[in-house]
Nanobody
Framework: QVQLVESGGGLVQPGGSLTLSCAAS????????MAWHRQAPGNERELVAT???????NYADSVKGRFSISRDNAKNTVYLQMNSLKPEDTAVYYC?????????????WGQGTQVTVSS
């Protein structure tokens, strides 16, 4: 069984910063891509940022230049540094890992952490 535990969400004023963390534990196997998604009320879940096992990154246009994704492979952890936050960044943020174990490709999601940007 694999668990993803997210932390770092909260309330922040516009222009502020937050760093989200997501640590994977259990019988993981090998992790390929890691990603952050978000879902605002009434909206579909959207991809925010991805990072491959080799460290290549990709970002949604709405967060480019403000958000930075990184990973620590030794700790099976992915981070999302969020700067210059805007009210429209308010959402529940979910981490996702794509992994391989026993010849299978598996996706796992975190439980979500709330980020609220408001004055």
């Amino acid at each position: 069984q694999v668990q993803l535990v997210e932390s770092g969400g909260g309330l922040v004023q516009p222009g502020g910063s937050l760093t989200l963390s997501c640590a994977a534990s259990g019988s993981i196997g090998s992790i390929d891509a890691m990603a952050w998604h978000r879902q605002a009320p009434g909206n579909e879940r959207e991809l925010v940022a991805t990072i491959t096992s080799g460290g290549s990154t990709n970002y949604a246009d709405s967060v480019k230049g403000r958000f930075s994704i990184s990973r620590d492979n030794a700790k099976n952890t992915v981070y999302l540094q969020m700067n210059s936050l805007k009210p429209e960044d308010t959402a529940v943020y979910y981490c996702k890992i794509d992994r391989r174990r026993g010849g299978f490709r598996i996706h796992n999601w975190g439980q979500g952490t709330q980020v609220t940007v408001s004055s």
